[in-house]
């Protein structure tokens, strides 16, 4: 498939997990269009970029090696996404990540991430927080954020100072996943 055949190939994405699990296989089959697919992601004011975040979320949930090969144009361009739809799976795939990363048992993401990986991440996550984004980009960044004060002694405490300010005006699911948050917080420091 060529790149044009890719970009068309989008529009026929929708939200079900069946269309985005399809492309999600094609491109796990046809590696050379990983870094095509991520361009067309971070074309933050084209709306069919939101599809390609969906399918690299699929393909992340599979595999995380393509993002790995592409994890500087990856991390270098989380920040540009605008579109809730597009926030959403960036944010996903940033907690993959991280969850990769601190995992106990040695593995590739550990090799290939460095700290200028990492402190983007938590930049972004930082932003999804407190930025006008729905909760389910907020929830993992809560969790990438928590991870990522493994690293960085820094991020806890402004992790607890934003999760309280945020916490009376916060949705229920909002609410829910900053309490648990916090209580791990509370349980890191014990």
């Known amino acids: 498939m060529t790149e044009k055949g890719l970009y068309d190939s989008l529009d026929y994405v929708d939200h079900s997990r069946q269309k985005r699990q399809e492309m999600a296989s094609l491109v796990l089959n046809t590696p050379h269009l990983v870094k095509p697919l991520l361009c067309i992601a971070f ?3 084209n709306p069919v970029s939101s599809k390609a975040c969906w399918v690299m ?4 949930k599979n595999n995380l ?5 592409h994890i500087d144009l990856f991390t270098n361009q989380i920040n540009t996404v605008k579109f809730d739809s597009s926030v959403r799976p960036i944010a996903k795939i940033c907690e993959i ?5 601190f995992h106990k048992n040695k593995n590739r993401t550990q090799n290939v ?3 200028k990986h990492l402190e983007q ?9 407190i930025g006008e984004h729905k909760v389910a980009a907020k929830a993992y960044s809560m969790t990438s954020l928590l991870l990522l004060g493994q690293k960085f002694d820094w991020i806890h405490p402004e ?3 934003v999760l309280e300010q945020h916490y009376a005006v916060g ?3 909002y609410k829910a996943r900053a309490r648990m948050t916090l209580a791990k917080l509370k349980q890191k420091k014990n």
């Open 43 to 45: 074309e933050v004011n």
């Open 57 to 60: 979320e699929f393909t992340a």
């Open 65 to 69: 090696s393509p993002i790995l090969q």
């Open 97 to 101: 990540l991280m969850k990769t990363y």
């Open 113 to 115: 991430l460095t700290m």
């Open 121 to 129: 991440i938590a930049a972004a996550c930082f932003d999804w927080l």
């Open 159 to 161: 992790l607890k100072v």
């Open 171 to 173: 949705s229920a699911a």
